[in-house]
């Protein structure tokens, strides 16, 4: 049962990292390398497959060896952080809440940008 969970988590997150592939404010390398991890827990061949797919499988590749994360991935992840803080504040988020925002976002462009590019 717990096999039959993590494929269908793994081909959700394959989803969405490949509408994320097309709708910049959803992130396709963190969808991606969890159905990686989802798979490489459960199905060899579905792992293999997504290792060696031309688009997804050089993310996943270069994160597993590297840790690394390529530079246009940085720009896109970068954009989509932006967007996201300026529909927050577009939609009227007070500054408490653009405050939280501001600082989760940041912490994370600056993991982004510290990972070595691919």
Not at 10 to 30: C, E, K, M, Q, Y
Not at 79 to 91: E, K, P, R, T, Y
Request: aromatic share 10%.
């Amino acid at each position: 049962m717990i096999r039959g969970v993590l494929i269908a988590i793994g081909l959700i997150s394959l989803a969405l990292g490949a509408i994320g592939l097309f709708l910049p404010l959803l992130p396709t390398v963190p969808f991606v390398l969890l159905a990686a991890l989802c798979f490489a827990n459960t199905s060899e061949r579905l792992h293999g497959w997504l290792l060696s797919h031309r688009i997804f499988g050089p993310q996943i590749v270069n994160w597993n060896e590297r840790g690394a994360i390529s530079r246009r991935a940085k720009w896109v992840a970068s954009a989509s952080l932006i967007g996201s803080f300026l529909l927050a504040i577009l939609f009227g988020f007070g500054p408490l809440v653009l405050t939280v925002q501001a600082a989760c976002l940041l912490g994370v462009a600056v993991f982004i940008w510290s990972r070595p590019d691919a």
